[in-house]
């Protein structure tokens, strides 16, 4: 593939494995700096698979990965933490410690990481509450939360570092509409405001391609479908209709058993 030269993640030919069972095979894809990219596909497609590879966590078995102009995987672990310091990570359950109040668990990735002095930790940390509409919330406990406002903290601590790079794993997950719309506005809002690239999977079609720039269809081991919203409204693609549709019977196969098989030859 010929990748644009914008593009923050480029995967090109890319294969996916845990152990002999291959996920995914031959993907290509390309996110361009500055976009959002919705990632949709079937529970257990490989969703989650492209985004480890994407944060160095699962090495390809053939293909190349780039991620903000560096080859993965990297030569060493410390040159694969340097990257990820240019990553922020939302991830489904959110992550949250309960032992820290929600000030400190939005610190952590500054204390962590940096040795800025306490007032600008401060200020930053308060930045970030504010963004998301928790400018009051640092001293709650995370018991204290509900979902939504978790799922805000989540963000908030994802984004705290200012990350060019975004991966969002099921942000809607267990939220009611009010909540879902609320999240999807922060990541639209937060990657314009910043100037991000990001990726979100999720199971939240229509949410979810409302703020996309592109949308990629994850399905039979591979990407079956790459373009715009409006790209993917008009196909007529028996398998992407299937999907975007809900119907259980079509191209796209649900028993394990054969897919098993398949992928062991």
């Known amino acids: 593939m010929t990748p644009p030269e914008d593009a923050a993640v480029v995967f090109d030919r890319v294969t996916l494995a845990y152990g002999p069972r291959t996920i995914l095979s031959g993907v290509d894809m390309a996110m361009p700096r500055g976009s959002i990219t919705a990632v949709l596909g079937p529970s257990g497609a490989g969703k989650s698979t492209l985004l480890r590879a994407a944060v160095g966590e699962l090495d390809p078995s053939a293909g190349r990965i780039t991620v903000l102009g560096a080859p993965l995987p990297r030569p060493s672990v410390r040159s694969l933490f340097a990257l990820r310091r240019h ?5 489904q359950g959110n992550g949250l410690l309960s032992d820290l109040d929600v000030f400190e668990n939005v610190a952590l990735p500054l204390r962590t990481h940096t040795r800025l002095p306490e007032a600008l930790i401060v200020e930053l940390v308060r930045m970030k509450l504010a963004a998301v509409g928790l400018a009051e919330a640092g001293a709650l406990e995370v018991n204290e939360l509900s ?3 978790a799922r ?3 963000l908030a601590r994802a984004v705290v570092m200012d990350p060019p790079l975004m991966f969002y ?3 809607l997950t267990g939220l009611d509409p009010i909540a879902c719309g609320v999240i999807v506005e ?3 809002g937060l990657n314009e405001a910043l100037g991000m690239t990001s990726l979100v999977i999720s199971h939240n079609i229509h949410e979810v391609v409302a703020i996309a720039d592109q949308v990629l269809i994850v399905a039979n081991r591979g990407i079956v479908f790459a373009g715009a919203p409006d790209e993917l409204a008009a196909t007529d693609d028996p398998l992407v209709r299937q ?3 809900g119907l259980p019977d079509g191209p796209i196969g649900f028993d394990y058993r054969a897919t098993k098989k398949a992928n062991h030859g």
Do not use: Q
Not at 87 to 91: A, E, I, S, W
């Open 87 to 91: 990553m922020g990570v939302m991830l």
């Open 147 to 149: 979902g939504g406002m």
């Open 152 to 154: 805000r903290v989540a």
């Open 169 to 171: 794993d099921e942000p």
């Open 186 to 188: 922060l990541i639209r």
């Open 243 to 245: 999907f975007m549709d």
